[in-house]
């Protein structure tokens, strides 16, 4: 696989990474905006929701281009992509998921291993 297409291959990664935290972080508001009930649960989603879009706006701050193309990260670009597509996956069962904090726990924990492989690499 040449670098131009490994590099490709990272932003589709990222993309549906970030792709996946939208869709969670939709159903979650919609989730929210459904809750009627003031409370731990509805604070317990909204501080979720807030962790989502912290993590989403880490995401796309540290997989700039630059950072994309350092071997390192090509060469995670595998394990990058599993994580991304089970990102995707579990983000798309919230709107059906009874336990919503769980599912976004699992959304939550798998970006941010992507986020820490990206971390990690650039570093090494």
Known sequence: MSERSAIDDLRNARDAALDALADAITALGNIIAQTT???PYLDQLTR???ELMNLRNAIWAATTDPVLAVPNIVAAA????????QMKT???ELSDATNVL???ATVLSLGQQFSYLIATAQKE
Request: no cysteine.
């Open 48 to 50: 979720r929701y807030q």
């Open 37 to 39: 009930q003031k409370g």
């Open 90 to 92: 579990t983000a798309q």
């Open 78 to 85: 595998a394990t990058l992509n599993t994580l991304s597509a």
């Open 102 to 104: 769980a599912k976004t």
